[in-house]
């Protein structure tokens, strides 16, 4: 899956960038669009009042007596936790004495006491195993196992109690059959499961969540008889449990069918339903699905876990003038009823449920074929004029894979699908590749650089997936890592070698400094980490297991070199194929390649299993550098804060220095203790670490600042772009840390004047308008003014440079997007003035004179800011067909200063109607910025959290997004304060989030930089 970056300047503390959004609702399209009325694995997970224990149950039926025991219990009131321990709490309700005793007690107490005492001993006597008081006594089976089961809806024992799965069954292979109805908006089913007994058993335990099952029955395939079954639901796991009439044994295969119905949803999980509108503004509906990570069981009952691959045979009926796909091409249409045919898809390859995916809508495509298999790119009608830039890049970025992986695709058809509305970037279903139109449709009058940049990146993608993630799969969510991880390091790399014009290394490097924020909090995670619940499994969709994933196979790589890690992965996708892995697989992979010269698996275990990265300390003396590693990590004074700061990382260093500074001189020196000394061949002027960035740690110069600050100043080609974004980051990451003042700092970029790179640029810009939004969000408007002063002095010429045209290279053109739609935003130079001329020009031709694309979204920042301007824009994002042009629209439309058009704005995203649900979280973002909106923002959230949770789950990256957005600008200890007790009145499950505890900490730290900065700014600037 690709999470969806909206590309917005992250605000202080800058957890991460956006990335997905979410879902419609039913969209009433035939009313007028654009009215604008300003006006646990184990039990810990359960609830404990829902459960029950039934001691030696084991697999069996519970007998009448333990069901006589659970109704006694509910009748008197009483919360079971155990047989024990429950009796026991239940006693100890009516023992207000600490002594223990019923002593000195009432009379009153005294008979509730003796009541008490005489019900529960006549309880444990009726309860005891019947066989208790006889000779022969109880077998001993019954004492030895104690199980915890819940209950199911129908208040029967539900005879599995943990969140995974039992591994005495596996799934081979589902025949599915679906009857989605695009006019009722409500889908039949039936799924008939090919099932493989490991351990005799007479359940079948599987998932399955909202569909309302009528029938279930079990066959055998030896004796082909087909025995109806009773079905269990336990909805608070989504799992079924099919009950057999007798044992099924191991080794035996079974056919589990199940027949069911559900409405298609109105999120963005599962099959889900999405309402457009045609060339003939007429409404339309378009059924997709989204099944990663949980919801394949929401479409049918299934063995919803990565490691469960199957294959799968789908079949769905459809009007005659409607088009599916699936995962496998199509194999046959039969008709059905009158107007309605049944498509019939080839059995696909062993692939896990998540993969799963069918599509149901009016869709138009172009095709090509390479290598034996047919690339299609599919769109509604009239946007397929926009698939021919995807069509071109799928093709290339499919044959270089083949070539890299030295391993065909498998399948015989991939296609590309752009879905009208879809909550993440895209997903890589295999062989159906499901996009968001922005990441996929490409309007050469519309779509800037960037766009393009974006497209490109999301199909490479993608399409690593196909191997990375399809074809092996990670054996648990915890490792999801090794699918999002690899697919974002393949994603540059084939970028990097198929179209090194688009400089996609330098969007990498900015993606690791955002990804390092996160990871230098408390409430980071290792990137391979423990999940069970569906919340923390969502949460797992960060920066971490993407960027961070990503950047330690990039150090892996520049370590081991390109060949050896390539050899590498043909061995894991090899030894993997068609099955799951864990991180130590590909770890052990490489090691057959590096075959006792390094251990690979050493060195990566003290990353991955451990949560942010070092900062290594570099000390010069003459020829003798002396390095030091230490954890990173910004303290805060809180009870949880907890220190590692002994962890040893093993650091695959690498150094430039002024004898040599160019790539093929980059040494190496590998850091595995707490410190070391390298010796140098020679004294030298400068020595910078951490080549272009190529390595996951921050590097800390202590007085060699200044001579690296001198080199700067002096001849800053010296260094390469990304070297010199590098040192940027870097010392500001010291000063916010204290390690660094912000005078050295400031001093650091004073060269900028001279700098013409598009990275260095752009990731001073970001760090000063941090310090600018923090300042200006916090009563301190007139320092704000200064840095902004500051940021004209260093950055105004560049602005004034700028043409309002689409020439140049693809950075160049990149660098003028950022400064214009930055200085339009912040009203620098005279940027708003052109672009209100240009606005106003195209507003007269009612929006026909073409604007260029990368100033596009400056030109409608600048004009929105006028009421008129801003009606005009909302009636043209209506009407546009340019998913690229719209995207531009609502983030300007989203940059108003006028608080009841922003209100009006993230009120209707969340209704999904005129504007739809996924473009919420970029609202949100735009609206945060601002200094009218960002307690707006918040306001908002707060407001509307129910809705916002139903409709984007609790844990997903939407709402991980929206949080960081509405509350990292926060730097006051009464806003702390409401943000922990928001959290606090919601469920305990809320609170434990791990992005609740990031947007805590962040608030800390940015009440601390206040505290530590204000004084010192207001000296520097
Ligand atoms: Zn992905």
Redesign the pocket.
Same mark, same amino acid.
């Given at each position: 899956?690709?999470l969806h970056s909206n590309r917005i300047q992250l605000p202080r503390n800058m957890i991460e960038n956006s990335m997905f959004e979410e879902e419609p609702d039913v969209v009433d399209l035939a009313k007028e669009p654009c009215l604008h009325p300003l006006e646990p694995d184990e039990v810990e997970y359960e609830p404990r009042s829902s459960r029950l224990l039934v001691r030696g149950l084991g697999e069996h039926e519970m007998d009448d007596d333990e069901q006589d025991y659970e109704s006694s219990a509910k009748l008197l009131g009483m919360s079971f936790m155990n047989r024990s321990s429950g009796l026991r709490n239940s006693m100890s309700v009516y023992r207000q004495n600490p002594n223990g005793s019923c002593s000195v007690p009432s009379t009153r107490t005294m008979v509730v006491c003796t009541v008490v005492l005489v019900i529960a001993v006549s309880l444990i006597i009726y309860l005891l195993p019947k066989c208790t008081f006889t000779k022969e006594g109880c077998h001993k089976k019954n004492h030895t196992m104690e199980l915890i089961y819940p209950l199911a809806s129908n208040g029967k024992v539900f005879p599995w109690a943990k969140i995974r799965l039992p591994p005495d069954v596996v799934p081979l292979h589902y025949d599915l059959v679906l009857q989605p109805n695009l006019t009722t908006l409500k889908f039949a089913g039936s799924v008939k499961i090919v099932v493989n007994i490991i351990q005799v058993t007479q359940k079948i335990v599987l998932h399955s969540s909202g569909l309302n099952i009528t029938k279930a029955t079990i066959t055998s395939a030896e004796v082909r008889e087909t025995k109806p079954a009773e079905f269990l639901e336990y909805p608070l796991h989504d799992q079924i449990a099919v009950m057999a009439p007798e044992a099924l044994l191991v080794g035996q295969n079974y056919t589990v069918s199940i027949e069911y119905s559900s409405n298609l949803s109105d999120t963005y999980y599962g099959f889900y339903k999405i309402s457009y509108k045609d060339e003939n503004s007429k409404q339309r509906w378009f059924a997709a699905t989204q099944f990663e990570p949980l919801a394949a069981r929401s479409a049918f009952p299934c063995f919803d876990e990565p490691a469960f691959k199957a294959t799968f045979l789908i079949k769905i009926e459809r009007d005659e003038k409607l088009s599916t796909l699936s995962n496998m091409p199509k194999k046959a249409t039969t008709p059905v009823t009158d107007g309605i045919v049944q498509d019939e898809f080839f059995v696909s390859l062993k692939m896990s449920t998540y993969l799963v995916a069918f599509v149901v809508a009016d869709l138009e495509n172009i095709t090509r074929e390479t290598n034996g298999s047919l690339v299609s790119v599919y769109a509604i009608p009239q946007h397929v004029n926009q698939v021919g830039y995807a069509l071109n890049t799928a093709v290339k970025l499919l044959e270089f894979y083949q070539k890299y992986f030295l391993m065909n695709y498998p399948l015989e058809k991939l296609d590309l699908v752009a879905i009208p509305d879809f909550q993440s970037g895209a997903m #890589?279903n295999w062989g159906l590749i499901t996009f968001r139109e922005t990441t996929l449709l490409f309007d050469s009058n519309t779509s800037s650089a960037m766009d393009k940049k974006l497209i490109t990146a999301v199909i490479a993608? #993608?399409l690593a997936?196909q191997w990375f993630?399809n074809l092996v799969t990670m054996e648990w969510w915890n490792d999801l890592w090794l699918? #999002?991880g690899f697919?974002?390091l393949m994603e540059y790399f084939a970028m990097e070698e198929i179209f090194p014009e688009l400089h996609s290394d330098e969007d990498f490097l900015n993606l690791i400094f955002k990804a390092m924020t996160k990871d230098s909090l408390n409430s980071s995670h290792p990137v391979s980490s423990a999940v069970q619940s569906s919340e923390q499994i969502e949460e797992m969709f960060d920066a971490l297991s993407?960027i961070k994933g990503a950047s330690l196979l990039l150090m892996l790589k520049q370590y081991l070199t390109k060949d050896v890690f390539q050899a590498g992965i043909e061995v894991y996708l090899r030894n993997h194929n068609y099955g799951s892995a864990q991180s130590d697989d590909l770890w052990d992979s490489m090691n057959e390649i590096t075959n006792g010269t390094l251990d690979v698996k050493k060195l990566m275990k003290t990353w991955i299993l451990h949560k942010g990265f070092p900062l290594v300390t570099v000390v010069r003396k003459g020829k003798i550098i002396s390095v030091q590693q230490e954890k990173f990590l910004y303290h805060v004074e809180t009870e949880n804060w907890t220190s590692d700061a002994s962890y040893l990382w093993h650091i695959p260093l690498t150094y430039i220095t002024s004898s040599c500074n160019f790539t093929h001189c980059t040494n190496a020196y590998l850091l595995d203790q707490k410190s070391a000394v390298i010796e140098l061949p020679e004294e030298v002027e400068w020595i910078k670490f951490n080549v272009d960035m190529n390595g996951y740690y921050v590097v800390h110069y202590a007085e060699d600042w200044k001579t690296l600050t001198d080199l700067l100043k002096n001849n800053h080609t010296a260094l390469s772009p990304k070297d010199r974004a590098n040192l940027i980051n870097n010392i500001f990451r010291l000063s916010s840390l204290g390690k660094e003042s912000l005078e050295k700092a400031f001093e650091l970029i004073g060269y900028l004047k001279k700098e013409s790179s598009t990275a260095p640029l752009t990731q001073a810009l970001f760090q000063l308008s941090l310090i600018y939004s923090l300042l200006e969000k916090n009563s301190e408007q007139q320092l704000a003014a200064r840095v902004m002063h500051r940021i004209e002095h260093l950055f105004g010429d560049k602005i004034d440079q700028q043409r309002w045209t689409d020439d140049g290279t693809l950075s160049e053109r990149e660098l003028r997007s950022t400064l214009l739609t930055f200085a339009c935003t912040h009203n620098v130079r005279n940027c708003r003035t052109t672009a209100t001329e240009m606005f106003e020009k195209w507003m007269k031709s009612n929006g026909t004179r073409s604007l260029p694309s990368d100033v596009m979204k400056a030109i409608f920042t600048a004009g929105a800011k006028s009421s008129d301007g801003w009606e005009f824009l909302l009636k043209m994002y209506c009407s546009s067909v340019s998913e690229a042009e719209k995207s531009k629209m609502i983030e300007a439309l989203a940059s108003t200063e006028d608080v009841r058009k922003m209100i009006w704005l993230m009120q209707n995203s969340l209704e999904g109607e005129v504007i739809r649900a996924q473009e919420l979280s970029h609202i949100i973002a735009t609206v945060s910025q601002s200094l009218p909106g960002y307690l707006l923002a918040w306001d908002f959230v707060k407001e509307n959290w129910k809705k916002l949770t139903r409709k984007f789950h609790l844990g997903s990256y939407t709402i991980q997004n929206i949080i960081s957005w509405s509350t990292s600008q926060f730097a006051t200890k009464a806003h702390l304060l409401e943000v922990k007790s928001f959290f606090e009145s919601k469920s305990e499950e809320s609170s434990q989030l791990r992005y609740v505890k990031e947007a805590i900490e962040t608030i800390q730290l940015n009440i601390q930089w206040m505290e530590r900065n204000l004084a010192k700014l207001q000296e520097l600037l």
């Open positions: 899956m690709t #890589e993608h #993608e997936h993630g699918n #999002e697919a974002t993407y």
